[in-house]
């Protein structure tokens, strides 16, 4: 059973780029959620995903972006990219019925150095 | 606002050592508290959880106590093994049913010798 995967596991843009990370939820997960990582800090709620419809957002930017498909992977985007942007991008799904309940499943993440 | 406030690290500990991560935290309400494990190479993992006063949460040897009366989610465990060895996040989600964001602390990096 895989987990919760993420593509690509590192890339390198410069600033101004823009970047589109990819998350294919645990099998059976309905919700999918993504936070940012700084070096040396913890998570960062982004925004949440469910039924294709952000259900709530962090305090982040509108350059942040994402999207949810009906098979339940999610897309975040990042425009106009930013030094500060340089980070560990995590996504995490949950159970079906649990998306409030804080019990997260999580990806490995995806790399982002921003030059 | 929520917020977390863990321990600052690195903890180094030899096997078999007693080992405390202290972690506080400040919400209105009545948040639900967390510990995630982040093993090397790993994606964060739930270790515990407690969603009222006074629960006790425990897995794997590890355990925390929800103290309202002074806000606090301290982990331990008795005896460590180098396999423990991890980053260890306190985390807390905000009471109110339509709330689903995570507040998590900076982390604590724990060090197990043999």
């Known amino acids: 059973d895989a987990g919760v995967t993420q593509s690509p596991t590192h890339l390198i843009k410069t600033r101004g780029q823009q970047v589109t990370l990819r998350c294919s939820p645990k099998?059976?997960?309905?919700?999918v959620s993504w936070y940012q990582q700084a070096l040396g800090q913890g998570p960062q709620f982004i925004f949440q995903?469910?039924?294709?419809?952000?259900?709530q957002r962090g305090n982040f930017p509108d350059r942040f972006s994402g999207h949810q498909f009906p098979n339940y992977s999610s897309e975040l985007n990042v425009n106009a990219l930013l030094l500060g942007d340089s980070a560990l991008y995590l996504c995490?799904?949950?159970?079906?019925?649990?998306?409030?309940?804080?019990?997260?499943?999580f990806g490995e993440g995806s790399r982002l150095t921003v030059l | 606002g929520n917020s977390v406030t863990q321990m600052e690290g690195p903890v180094t500990l030899s096997e078999e050592a007693f080992l405390t991560i202290n972690c506080t935290y400040t919400a209105t309400g009545y948040p639900s508290l967390f510990w995630y494990v982040q093993y090397p190479g790993e994606g964060l993992q739930l270790l515990l959880k407690?969603?009222?006063?006074?629960d006790k949460g425990s897995n794997k040897g590890f355990e925390a106590t929800y103290r309202k009366e002074t806000t606090s989610f301290h982990l331990e465990k008795g005896s460590v093994q180098v396999s423990d060895s991890a980053v260890y996040f306190c985390?807390?989600?905000?009471?109110?049913?339509?709330?689903?964001?995570?507040?998590f602390g900076k982390g604590t990096l724990l060090t197990v010798n043999p």
């Open positions: 995490a799904s949950t159970i079906p019925g649990t998306g409030a309940s804080g019990e997260l499943f």
């Open positions: 985390a807390l989600l905000g009471s109110g049913g339509s709330n689903y964001k995570l507040t």
């Open positions: 995903y469910y039924e294709e419809e952000e259900r």
């Open positions: 099998s059976g997960h309905d919700t």
């Open positions: 407690a969603t009222k006063a006074d």
